[in-house]
Structure formats: structure tokens, C-alpha cells
């Protein structure tokens, strides 16, 4: 949702007409009808739909589109193995090879601690030896661009959310996805490891340097990573029980000037907490704020 769309929603909250090119509102209007905020009664006229129903439609919506693309994803990731055993026939000797669990790791930071892009996600916690730790937080400094995807199931283990966040805080940085995700590292956008059996423990990794291969795996990854939600966001919010009423009025109440009234602070107050709020959670406006904070659970 823009901006503007979110103005002529709070417009017609309080009953008015929002400003603007009548063209521009009309077409703003059709989108708020299609996200399930305003309805059209009978003479055709715009009606805005309660806080408290728009957004839980949103959620909603949020909810059903990323499950629908995770379930995608799933599936793609299932086909790679069954394309990689035909590797062969298609001639793809040179540029897809198998490596063995007891190497996996020794490859994997070879060819990463001198890269300047890896992208990876991990099912499971990653540890590595104090030298090549050391090696590592040193390529962070220099800002090497790092960023890993982990699933929420990881977080019941507090020392690999310790070390996590130790990695995350130099550069490496993490994010959380609600589904379970398949182990992948993808360097420079040109090299990639994946499992050589899906779901299969110890049983090595495919090294592709395919890129009609590897390209799709960045595009998958980027689709989770736009899904997941940054490590410590989740992991601390911190929230204070005064921000989480703020960000309950934020998302039933139209008016800053009631908002404000309600939690007995001034307007110029509640308006800087707001700003606060929507940087935390890295929304645009103030409806996503309330979408993002219900999906979080933090209100």
C-alpha cells in the first residue's frame, strides 16, 4: 500500500474526501477495495471498512501469499535432484560436482572467506574453528556482504542463537523464516552447494557452477529472505507496554489526536513513538506497521 492510498483510507475513516487528482483517488479507491479496506454500497459511493476487520484481512493476505510462495519454493527445490542425476546426459560433467560431507566445510570457506557475496541457508547451526572464525569476522569488517536464513525452529537452542547474533551484529547478517528451509550457500552468484539428497544427513553436497542452475537459486533465496524477518527483531523485540499500545491504537484507531488522548501523552509524543515504532519494524506506513506488528506477535 503507498502512501497516498493510506491517506485516502484514513480520509474516509473520518468521513471525508481525500485530496488529490479525482483520477488519482478513484484509481486508490480500487486498490482499497481489492485489499479489502472499502466497500461500495449501492449508490456507489466509497466506505471505508473498520481498522480492526482491514487489517486482520490484510494479515490475512500477507499470511495466504507467502505460504503459497514457500510452497513453491518447496516444490523447486524437490526437482533439483532428479535434474542433477541426469547431469551426464546433459553434460554438465564440468560444472556440477559432488562433495563429500568430511570436505563439505573446508570447500564451502575456501571459497567463501574470499568472496564478497554469500547468501545461504542453514537448518541447522554452523560453527566454525577459532582460526577460520577469526578469518571470518575480519572479512565482515572489511564489508563483505553476508546473509543467512535460518528457521524459527533453531531459536529453542540458545547458544546457536548467541552465536547467530554474534555473526549477525558483524555482518553476517540473519534472518528468520517460519518454515522449515533446505540447506543452501550460494558464492558470488556463481557457485552454489546444495544437498545431494534432499532432507539427507551426511550425505555430502552438489558444488554447481551452472548459472542457468545457480541463478534460480539466488531468485529463491531472495523470495525466503523477503519472507523472513531479521534475527534480532524477533528474538528481543523489547517491546515496552506502552509501545505495544501504541502499536495497537496505530492499528485500530484512525485519528493521532484520540491515539494520543487515549494513552495521555501529546501529539507531537505520540507521533515520534509512532516514528519510532514503523523504523523497528522497517514499514513504509503506518497500515504495514500494524500488519508487520500483528505477524510478529506483538500485538
Given at each position: 500500500m503507498t502512501e497516498f492510498e493510506e491517506e485516502v483510507y484514513r480520509a474516509l475513516?473520518?468521513?471525508?474526501?481525500?485530496?488529490?487528482?479525482?483520477?488519482?483517488?478513484?484509481?486508490?479507491?480500487?486498490?482499497?477495495?481489492e485489499l479489502g479496506l472499502v466497500r461500495l454500497d449501492g449508490g456507489e459511493g466509497a466506505v471505508a471498512v473498520g481498522p480492526e476487520v482491514g487489517i486482520t484481512r490484510l494479515v490475512r493476505r500477507r499470511m495466504l501469499e507467502a505460504n503459497a510462495e514457500l510452497r513453491r519454493v518447496c516444490e523447486a527445490w524437490e526437482t533439483l535432484p532428479a535434474l542433477m542425476s541426469e547431469r551426464r546426459g546433459w553434460g554438465f560433467g564440468d560444472v556440477v560436482e559432488r562433495v563429500e560431507e568430511a570436505e563439505l566445510d573446508e570447500r564451502i570457506c575456501s571459497l567463501?572467506?574470499?568472496?564478497?557475496?554469500?547468501?545461504?541457508?542453514?537448518?541447522?547451526?554452523?560453527?566454525?574453528?577459532?582460526?577460520?572464525?577469526?578469518?571470518?569476522?575480519?572479512?565482515?569488517?572489511?564489508?563483505?556482504?553476508?546473509?543467512?536464513?535460518?528457521?524459527?525452529?533453531?531459536?529453542?537452542?540458545?547458544?546457536?542463537?548467541?552465536?547467530?547474533?554474534?555473526?549477525?551484529?558483524?555482518?553476517?547478517?540473519?534472518?528468520?523464516?517460519?518454515?522449515?528451509?533446505?540447506?543452501?550457500?550460494?558464492?558470488?552468484?556463481?557457485?552454489?552447494?546444495?544437498p545431494a539428497v534432499v532432507n539427507g544427513r551426511r550425505s555430502g553436497a552438489l558444488m554447481i557452477?551452472?548459472?542457468?542452475?545457480?541463478?534460480?537459486?539466488?531468485?529463491?533465496?531472495?523470495?525466503?529472505?523477503?519472507?523472513?524477518?531479521?534475527?534480532?527483531?524477533?528474538?528481543?523485540?523489547?517491546?515496552?507496554?506502552?509501545?505495544?499500545?501504541?502499536?495497537?491504537?496505530?492499528?485500530?484507531?484512525?485519528?493521532?489526536?484520540?491515539?494520543?488522548?487515549?494513552m495521555g501523552m501529546s501529539l507531537r509524543s505520540y507521533r515520534r513513538h509512532v516514528a519510532d515504532l514503523l523504523a523497528r519494524l522497517g514499514a513504509v506506513n503506518r497500515i504495514q506497521a500494524a500488519v508487520l506488528a500483528k505477524q510478529r506477535g506483538w500485538i
Open positions: 475513516l473520518r468521513g471525508g474526501v481525500a485530496e488529490g487528482a479525482p483520477e488519482g483517488v478513484r484509481v486508490a479507491i480500487a486498490r482499497l477495495v567463501a572467506l574470499d568472496a564478497g557475496e554469500v547468501l545461504a541457508m542453514r537448518d541447522q547451526e554452523w560453527r566454525v574453528g577459532a582460526e577460520v572464525l577469526s578469518r571470518l569476522l575480519r572479512r565482515l569488517g572489511e564489508g563483505v556482504r553476508w546473509r543467512t536464513i535460518i528457521p524459527r525452529e533453531l531459536l529453542k537452542d540458545a547458544e546457536a542463537v548467541e552465536y547467530g547474533t554474534r555473526l549477525h551484529r558483524a555482518g553476517d547478517r540473519h534472518r528468520v523464516a517460519d518454515s522449515a528451509v533446505q540447506p543452501l550457500v550460494i558464492v558470488d552468484r556463481s557457485v552454489a552447494f546444495v557452477r551452472q548459472s542457468g542452475v545457480v541463478a534460480p537459486l539466488v531468485d529463491l533465496f531472495e523470495r525466503v529472505w523477503d519472507h523472513a524477518i531479521d534475527l534480532e527483531l524477533d528474538v528481543s523485540a523489547g517491546l515496552s507496554a506502552r509501545e505495544r499500545r501504541i502499536l495497537f491504537l496505530l492499528a485500530t484507531v484512525a485519528k493521532d489526536e484520540i491515539a494520543a488522548r487515549e
